[in-house]
C-alpha cells in the first residue's frame, strides 16, 4: 500500500518502521533533518513537507501534536490532500478534542476522502513493536480501505462505531486517567522520598501491592534511572488535560482531580520541565520540598 507518514516522532516513526519493514511503500514527513536521516537509514523514502510526499497516496496517517497541525498539514498551503488519491484515508493519530475531530471529518469528507478519527496508545515502545491500541470511530469503507495500515501498526483496533469524533471521546478519557495516575505516582514516590524510604524497595513493593497501576510499573524506573529523556512529554499532559477540562466545562461536568493534574503538569512545565518525560513532572515535589531524587545511571 502506498501510505505517508507525517510526523516521524516518538509514535508516528514506529508506526512507519512497521509499514516499512511488512512490505508497504513508506514515505515519512518530517521537519528534523536528524529524524528524517534516521528513517532513511532504514530504507524509508523522506520528504520535509506535505506537499512532497509522492502522488497517488491511499493513505496519509497523521502523527503531529494537535488539531492546529492535523488542519495544517492536511489543508494548510503547503498541504497533502492534492497528493492522494481520490477515496484515500486519512488516520487522523492525534490527540484533539471530539468537536475538532469533527470539523476535520467533515473537510475531509467534503474534499472526497475517508476518515478514520484514530487516537492511538502504547507509547513509543508498543509503537515501535505494531502493538499501538487504535480508538478508532469512522466509516466501514475508511475502516476497511484503512485495514493494511491498522494491521502493521496495532495488535487491537477498537471500532467506536461510525461517528467521527467517538475515538477522541474515548482517548480523551484514557488521557484524563493517564494524567491523573502519572501525576499520583509521582506524589506518592516522592512522600515516599521525603519519608525516608529507599525508592527502589518502595517501588518493588507497591509494584506488587493493591495501590499499584500501569504508570507506576511503567512511569516510576524512569525516575529511578534519573533518565528524563522524554518518551512522553510532560506538555503532552499539559495539552492532553486541557483538552479534558475544556471539554468538562462545555458539559458543567467536574473533573476535580484531572484539574490537580493539570496544574501539576503546568507547575513542572513552568519549571522548564516541559520537554522532559512526562513522570518527571515529580519535580514539582523535588522544588518544594527538596527531596533528593535518583541521579542517573
Not at 28 to 45: M, Q, S, T, V
Not at 139 to 145: H, I, L, N, R, T
Not at 191 to 218: C, F, H
Amino acid at each position: 500500500m502506498k501510505v505517508g507518514i507525517i510526523g516521524l516522532g516518538n509514535m508516528g516513526m514506529g508506526a512507519a518502521l512497521n509499514l516499512l519493514h511488512k512490505g508497504h511503500d513508506v514515505t515519512g514527513c518530517e521537519l528534523r533533518e536528524d529524524i528524517r536521516a534516521a528513517f532513511a537509514a532504514e530504507g524509508g523514502k523522506v520528504v520535509v513537507s506535505p506537499d512532497a510526499l509522492p502522488t497517488d497516496l491511499e493513505a496519509v496517517v497523521v502523527f503531529v501534536i494537535n488539531a492546529a497541525q492535523t488542519q495544517q498539514v492536511l489543508f494548510g498551503e503547503k498541504g497533502c490532500l492534492a497528493r492522494m488519491e481520490k477515496g484515500a484515508v486519512v488516520l487522523c493519530c492525534a490527540t484533539v478534542a471530539p468537536e475538532a475531530a469533527k470539523a476535520l471529518g467533515k473537510q475531509i469528507e467534503e474534499a472526497g476522502f475517508l476518515m478514520i478519527d484514530s487516537p492511538v496508545s502504547g507509547g513509543s515502545v508498543g509503537a515501535r513493536a505494531g502493538t499501538m491500541t487504535v480508538m478508532g470511530s469512522g466509516s466501514e469503507a475508511a475502516f476497511a480501505k484503512a485495514a493494511p495500515v491498522l494491521e502493521a501498526i496495532s495488535t487491537k483496533v477498537w471500532r467506536l462505531g461510525d461517528a467521527i469524533g467517538v475515538g477522541s471521546t474515548v482517548k480523551m478519557v484514557n488521557q484524563l486517567l493517564a494524567g491523573v495516575h502519572i501525576a499520583t505516582a509521582a506524589e506518592a514516590l516522592a512522600l515516599g522520598i521525603r519519608a525516608g524510604a529507599d525508592p527502589e524497595t518502595l517501588y518493588k513493593v507497591i509494584s506488587e501491592s493493591a495501590g499499584s497501576s500501569w504508570m507506576w510499573q511503567n512511569r516510576v524506573p524512569h525516575i529511578l534511572a534519573g533518565d528524563d529523556t522524554p518518551l512522553s512529554a510532560v506538555n503532552i499532559f499539559v495539552k492532553d488535560l486541557g483538552i479534558v477540562l475544556d471539554q468538562a466545562r462545555s458539559l458543567t461536568f467536574p473533573l476535580p482531580m484531572a484539574a490537580a493534574a493539570h496544574q501539576l503538569f503546568l507547575a513542572a512545565a513552568a519549571n522548564g520541565q516541559g520537554p522532559k518525560d512526562d513522570s518527571f513532572v515529580i519535580r514539582v515535589w523535588e522544588q518544594l520540598t527538596g527531596i533528593a531524587l535518583p541521579e542517573k545511571k
